[in-house]
């Protein structure tokens, strides 16, 4: 069983599926004789061509709206957006075109696309390459948004969004690209969508994060361990549609939970799953939700990434404070 990085993992489903299924197309900027920025695609043209892995003009519009026209005619497109800084100008033809496309047609056409886009900071990039706007697109009706958290993960979860009809914005989080490898088996099992998934159990605290804030997150359930509190930590890997069940069972045995995302605080994902616990959940808490998250503010330069991201820190004082409660 070969031991892969997340960016591997990424690579070995794009293989997989190119070759069990002719209609997946690959498509973005530079994936083709580059292999892509990150080297997500590389030797994919080489082994499946032109015709099948297409580099595409500097041109996101055109990128996404060639991927929605191939979708709607039975390709199966994975379009890659560099960065996800870069990926605003999608927008009219994601919002305006794929989530919509099913309800437009009253069923008689879908979707089936995916917008690969690495996201979020820490690897010491310009401004426009370190965003975090997965809530931006939660909000849509009609689009899923995954996000993986392990090179496994990402082998199970990309398999699973190329083969779903319906839109997926996956989004990569680029600063554990080569953090960790695992050991992954490429024999085609996709991972369930729309579901959160227990990475720890716990008695005492509820902790909820996506991508690569879960390595700070088990980070800091370990550390707990030295204050005698047993962290339950949970893996949203699909915002949209949010597996709350699994949210609200775990808070209904700890009765506290902390939030951990690095997107700006105001308006954040983590605001809804607080939302979801306050509506749902509410008679199982003990403690005010807490949220731990990036600050109302852009993205900074290198030298500050390290004081905008939440850290292991943040995160066991906001559980120490959840602990006063009751």
């Known amino acids: 069983m ?39 695609t590389v030797g994919l043209q080489e082994r499946f061509g032109e015709q099948r892995v297409l580099d595409t003009p500097l041109a996101e519009t055109l990128i996404a709206g060639v991927a929605v026209g191939m979708a709607s005619q039975g390709l199966r497109p994975v379009a890659e957006i560099q960065f996800m800084g870069f990926i605003y100008s999608t927008v009219d033809q994601i919002l305006n075109h794929a989530s919509r496309l099913r309800n437009r047609t009253r069923g008689r056409l879908t979707c089936p696309m995916v917008l690969r886009a690495p996201y979020g900071g820490g690897i010491h990039a310009p401004e426009h ?38 839109p997926v914005i996956f989004l990569e989080p680029k600063r554990i690209y080569r953090l ?33 804030m879960l390595h700070e997150t088990q980070q800091a359930a370990e550390q707990l361990i030295n204050d005698g509190i047993s962290a339950e930590v949970i893996d949203v890997a699909t915002l949209k549609p949010l597996d709350t069940q699994t949210i ?72 120490r404070e959840v602990m006063e409660f009751g």
């Open 129 to 166: 390459h370190s965003e975090s706007y997965e809530a931006m697109f939660a909000h849509v009706p009609g689009l899923r948004v995954v996000i993986p958290s392990s090179p496994a993960r990402a082998y199970g979860l990309l398999l699973a969004s190329i083969r779903d009809p319906d």
């Open 2 to 40: 070969p031991e892969l990085n997340l960016i591997e993992a990424v690579n070995k489903a794009l293989a997989f599926e190119l070759a069990a299924d002719e209609n997946v197309v690959v498509l973005g900027e530079d994936v083709g004789v580059n292999g892509g920025v990150f080297r997500a």
């Open 180 to 212: 960790i490898k695992q050991d992954v088996v490429d024999n085609g099992d996709g991972l369930p969508l729309d579901t959160c998934y227990m990475l720890r159990e716990g008695s005492d605290v509820t902790l909820v994060s996506w991508g690569a």
């Open 248 to 319: 609200l069972d775990s808070v209904s045995k700890t009765g506290r939970c902390v939030i951990v995302h690095e997107a700006a605080r105001t308006a954040g994902f983590g605001a809804e799953i607080a939302a979801q616990l306050s509506e749902h959940g509410l008679l199982s808490l003990f403690a005010p939700v807490k949220r731990v998250a990036g600050y109302d503010t852009v993205m900074p330069l290198y030298r500050l990434e390290e004081y905008y991201l939440p850290g292991v820190d943040q995160i066991v004082t906001a559980v």
